[in-house]
């Protein structure tokens, strides 16, 4: 398992992140949570297989295993919840993945719904964990193995993005920004894409040079 450092960036350490951006379900025993048949669910597959159609991505109403080895701070702590209504495509040249995210604290805790988006970045590059506690792009805090690549990649026209769109977790894991609605950011898929492909395009060609493995 890779060793993280903290580090301060831009200001004090921030609180703890809060369980914001999820909604709850009552569940049954070991078994599906009820949300799965209600009609909000149904209604939000449906508007997902839509927008699929429409520009071409794909739909998949189960794909747990496409979280499989990644980094616990892209996703609540608890067991491994389930992927529900996933689309998957490319977005202004980049691949991304949006799904629902279904889990639970415990086993009898209840359920709880958080979407969650990951977009492609151009290479490989160490792991880094953003936190912005306030929303203002100025109090940073970073966890990374390389400091110089979290001061390097937080550049002036980042930390406006981070800023503008309201984000307040990112994490960036090998060939992935993952950015979930409790992170902040805009909450729709096209909107938060956009947010989230404009971030990657404004981050300098030689830091992803000088990082990429």
């Known amino acids: 398992m890779r060793r993280s450092r ?10 703890q992140p809060t369980a914001g951006g999820e909604s709850t379900a009552p569940h049954t025993g070991d078994g599906l949570p009820e949300d799965d048949r209600t009609p909000e669910r149904r209604e939000r597959a449906a508007h997902r297989q839509q ?26 702590p608890g ?5 529900r209504d996933e689309v998957t495509g490319r977005y202004r040249g980049r691949a991304f993945r949006f799904f629902d995210y279904i889990h639970r604290d415990s086993a ?3 359920w709880r719904t958080l979407s969650v988006c990951a977009v492609r970045i151009p290479v490989q590059v160490p792991y880094l964990y953003v936190r912005d506690p306030d929303g203002t792009g100025h109090d940073l805090y970073a966890e990374s193995p390389e400091a110089d690549f979290a001061v390097e990649l937080l550049s002036d ?21 993952i950015c979930t609605a409790a992170g902040g ?11 989230l492909t404009r971030l990657i395009a404004h981050v300098p060609a030689d830091v992803w040079a000088h990082w990429g493995r």
């Open 6 to 15: 903290l580090l301060r960036i831009f200001g004090p350490k921030p609180p």
């Open 51 to 76: 927008l699929a159609r429409e520009h071409g991505w794909t739909y998949v109403e189960c794909d747990t295993p496409a979280i499989q080895g990644w980094p616990r701070t892209a996703l609540p």
């Open 79 to 83: 067991p491994l919840g389930r992927v």
């Open 108 to 110: 009898h805790a209840p």
């Open 157 to 177: 026209d980042v930390r406006d993005d981070i800023r503008e769109n309201g984000f307040t977790d990112l994490v960036l894991d090998r060939d992935l920004l």
């Open 185 to 195: 950011g805009p909450q729709d898929i096209e909107p938060r894409l956009d947010a």
